[in-house]
């Protein structure tokens, strides 16, 4: 695997988001705690966490980031352009019929920022379009590509702050440029490459 990461993964909550267990030499970061914190907590095991992530801020992505703050003390990071999804991200649970505590951000992350996790990286890619401060974090050749792109797909833009031509052009900029053995983990269903949907992807053409 990629820069020898070890990726634990979590489908956690009723729209089946995948949170990431992040680790190496026993330091780790939480990608996208959407629920089910006491099943995330107990992940971790005696991994000295550093960080909550988040790669946008709707609802299923931060729904357990409160909990597991008040467990870890650990702070909690987002895009600064995601942050006013924050502020609604309780009203749009409830059209869903469900209830989270939306979370307030510690720090923001940025462009091009470099998250250490041991004596390895993970680099923040800024891909708007499903979200406005969607984000991506890249490991050589291991990617975490949140909901911009998916197995067979791409993250929805019919949403507040979608922007479907946005989407088109991070993926192709930002995302189809990198090695096709990239692996590719995203928010929802199962991991791919960036081979793979360079070449089979209907939604977005290299």
Not at 68 to 79: A, D, Q
Not at 114 to 142: N, Q, W, Y
Not at 187 to 192: D, L, V, Y
């Amino acid at each position: 695997m990629g820069m020898d990461l070890q990726v634990d993964t979590l489908t956690v909550g009723p729209l089946g988001t995948n949170c990431y267990v992040i680790s190496r030499n026993g330091k780790a970061v939480i990608l996208d705690p959407g629920w089910e914190a006491d099943r995330i907590f107990g992940a971790m095991g005696n991994l000295k966490v550093t960080r909550l992530l988040a790669t946008h801020g709707h609802f299923d992505h931060i729904g357990a980031v409160e909990e597991l703050r008040e467990k870890t003390g650990v702070e909690f990071y987002i895009h600064r352009l995601d942050a006013e999804l924050l502020d609604v991200a309780v009203q749009h649970a409830k059209l869903f019929g469900l209830e989270i505590r939306s979370p307030r951000p510690d720090g923001y992350l940025e462009e091009g920022e470099e998250i250490e996790l041991d004596d390895r990286k993970l680099r923040v890619i800024h891909t708007p379009g499903h979200s406005p401060g969607s984000v991506c974090l890249r490991a050589e050749f291991t990617l975490f590509s949140g909901d911009t792109l998916f197995m067979g797909s791409v993250g929805r833009t019919d949403i507040t702050g979608g922007d479907f031509n946005q989407l088109m052009s991070s993926i192709r900029r930002k995302l189809y440029v990198l090695d096709d053995a990239t692996i590719v983990y995203p928010g929802h269903g199962p991991a791919t490459t960036i081979g793979f949907e360079k070449r089979f992807n209907p939604f977005v053409k290299p």
